[in-house]
């Protein structure tokens, strides 16, 4: 049973230890926001392995010994009756050397535009053994008490660059047709589903990378009907890479809720349930996006960094007490320069909003 149909979107927050553990101010993070009543959380990208890194002090999932910190923090979710999930990730070249400490790698010697580090071809053994590392990372979720995974096939990651033809430009069973750009991530999907089959497995996948001879929804529509065939159970609608500027993380300039045309598309390509959201500020347009059947959640991101409480608010017809997000970014510029995430309408962040609430 889920509560309502509000998934937290995963967010990068920084709070991490600089060896990728989890930190009693993340605890206390994830906490409010399970309290304010969300129905599921996503926590934010933990990588897979030392390579995949995008930021230092990003979360790991690939050893045995975190699995008692995310223990910690699935627990601290779950009192509250909110689902936990958590999301498994690999930057592939969107990230630098200077975090890793190796080369970038990715599908083929092709630099993001962004970053300007060449990677390094990973061979097909490579990718077995990062395939097997996503395994075991779903396999340490579920050891340490998450409902549920979400594999991070958008944004312009490792997944989705295997996937789109302008960052894979591979000859072997990797590249060329779809059915090869998309058997990196069938792969993982299946082998999740094979040795973890209780787990709920989510793949957030960009149904338009918005970047010229990117991943287009013709393709992408397909992707979502495999991935439905191989196991996934739930769908989450993204889309946009670094490359593409910020339409992954919209500046205010974006109207409210101005990609659901997506999840709309998804919505009527498959049979389990799909996310949808992005730019979703006020509760009206969430319940519009539901009543009309454009997606069966709503994921809610920066909104709730911005006010943790906005599920009960909304619930509780409270919505003019909502504290919204101005989309002024902020939150991504730290994070993009490696420190942890702060907000500028909500300075109570991580210390006050623990505050006992009544609802
Ligand atoms: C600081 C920050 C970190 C983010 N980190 C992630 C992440 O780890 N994984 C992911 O899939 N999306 C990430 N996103 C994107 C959000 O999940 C969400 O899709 C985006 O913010 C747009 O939705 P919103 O308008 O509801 O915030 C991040 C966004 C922000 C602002
Ligand atoms: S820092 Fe700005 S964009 Fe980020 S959550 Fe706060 S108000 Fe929204």
Redesign the pocket.
Known sequence: MIKNRLVM?????GYGSSDGEVSPSMVDYYEARARGGVGII?V??ACVNQEGL?TYSQLRINHPRYISGLEKLSRSIKNYGCRAFI?I?HAGRQTSQLITGTQVVGPSPLACPMTREMPRQLSVAEIEKITDEFVSAAQYAAMAGFDGV?I?A??GYLINQFLSPHSNQRQDEYGGSLENRMRFLLNIVRRIKKSLPQLILSV?LNIDDFVPGGLLPVESLVVCQELEKNGANLI?C?CGTYQSGLT???PASYPEGWRMYLAEQVKKTVNIPVVG?????NPHMAEEVIASGQADFI???????ADPLWPVKARDGQEEDIRP?I?C?N??A??SRGMS?SCTVNPGWGTRENRPIHH
């Open positions: 979107a995963p967010m990068l927050v996503i934010e990208a995008e999301q990730f979400e991070h958008a944004h957030r989450h993204s992954s993380i919209e959201g992005g730019m979703i500020r994921f809610l991101g920066r909104s709730l960094m997000c989309s970014n939150c991504f730290s994070n995430v």
